[in-house]
């Protein structure tokens, strides 16, 4: 189904009559709790390991259970992410601490939430009350150029790779890469293509090149996912995916995940981001160095820079969905899902501050005349059917 762009004076006029009516708010919420929701990807496994407790409300993050419970999230990813930096014989281990963290963490709070390995099993866990917790790898380096350790990291759970990070790694490029060493993927890097497909694990494309994308699609038999990307026709970044490439994933039976960062929302948010960065880039050098290691303190010692003027630079739940839509109209509604990338970025959409009101993207979609079967495949349905057809093999 396609969509015609409303617009804006009608929405506003048809949300005001439909909110004196008390019908608004009703509607759109039994909508998203009768939805399955799913948020394809979030780092929030960096806090728990600096000692943040998954069961209690914490607002200097994004996730918690609290929160997770209020903003009707049944599937939850938590990406154990590795800069490609980490030495290559570390990589394994460092991987095994994240996972061990949050698995323990789950298991003091099972009766609220549950690690799932197949799409059955997160449905059954949904079903019984609680949250399917979803465990995905963030950067291929992890598996320190070993198919033996892909292997491994299947067997304790891992049902998605997010194959490169914002730093190229030995086989596979990324896209903000622009003295790229090879195109897209080695050998080896096709080979773990083969292997995720073999084992039955998604095969995550944000953060690729454009030609590894390309390449991953050449090889794969699967259909393959950018957990957390946006559109590029609507904000130039490298992150962001192109018509070609929105087009190429929904052919494969894919989908894009669309990450709630500010950055890669509006173009000219990231104009200001650089202005200001530039303009005090010693400030924000020492603090960077002097808190190399903790990106939650690193956010909130810079926040005095960019408060003023970006408060300037109108980012809502609106500019989200205006990234679903273009997708919705360039190939349809089953090809779209929710990658938020909380606590991995600094700067979200006002109505969308932490994971309790992903009920807002709801709330839009609503506005916007989405059907409820579209809403509930854009909510979660789609990352359902890709986590069934590749992993309950």
């Not at 924000?284 to 956010?299: C, H, T, V």
Request: hydrophobic residues 40%.
């Amino acid at each position: 189904m396609r969509f015609m762009k409303i617009p804006l004076s009608f929405m506003l006029a048809l949300a005001a009559v439909i909110s004196s009516c008390g019908g608004l708010d009703h509607d759109y919420l039994k909508i998203h709790r009768r939805a399955l929701v799913a948020d394809m990807h979030c780092d929030t496994v960096l806090r728990l390991l600096k000692g943040a407790d998954l069961a209690i409300r914490d607002t200097t993050g994004h996730v918690d259970i609290p929160r997770l419970q209020e903003g009707g999230i049944d599937l939850q990813v938590f990406a154990c992410w590795l800069p490609t930096e980490t030495p290559i014989d570390s990589c394994v281990a460092s991987v095994e601490a994240m996972i061990d963290t949050l698995e323990a963490q789950i298991s003091r709070n099972a009766e609220k939430i549950a690690v799932c390995e197949s799409s059955a099993e997160a449905q059954s866990i949904i079903d019984s009350g609680r949250i399917a917790a979803f465990l995905g790898i963030e950067n291929g380096v992890a598996i320190a150029n070993s198919l033996d350790n892909l292997k491994h990291f299947y067997d304790r759970g891992i049902r998605y790779m997010t194959l490169t990070h914002t730093a190229s790694n030995d086989w596979c490029i990324s896209s903000a890469d622009t003295t790229p060493a090879f195109d897209g993927l080695t050998d080896f890097g096709r080979d773990v293509v083969r292997k995720m497909n073999e084992l039955g694990m998604i095969v995550d494309v944000s953060h690729a090149s454009v030609e590894a994308v390309d390449e991953v699609l050449k090889v794969t038999k699967d259909p393959i996912i950018a957990s957390h990307s946006c559109v590029f026709n609507l904000c130039p970044h490298d992150r962001n995916l192109t018509d070609r490439q929105i087009k190429a994933i929904a052919v494969n039976g894919g989908l894009v995940g669309i990450n709630f960062y500010n950055g890669y929302l509006l173009a000219r948010w990231n104009e200001v981001i650089d202005s200001i960065t530039e303009a005090n880039k010693a400030a924000i050098d020492s603090i960077e160095s002097l808190y190399a290691d903790d990106y939650g303190k690193q956010r909130r010692a810079m926040s005095p820079f960019y408060e003023k003027s970006l408060a300037e630079v109108n980012v809502d739940v609106g500019i989200l969905v205006d990234h679903i839509d273009y997708i919705v109209r360039l190939v349809g509604p089953d090809y779209v899902g929710l990658g938020s990338d909380f606590d991995g970025v600094h700067r979200l959409p006002a109505g969308l501050s932490d994971c309790s009101m992903v009920p807002n993207i709801t709330r839009e979609l609503v506005l916007r005349g989405y059907s409820n079967g579209d809403i509930q495949k854009i909510l979660g349905g789609n990352f359902m059917r890709v986590f069934k057809q590749v992993c309950d093999k």
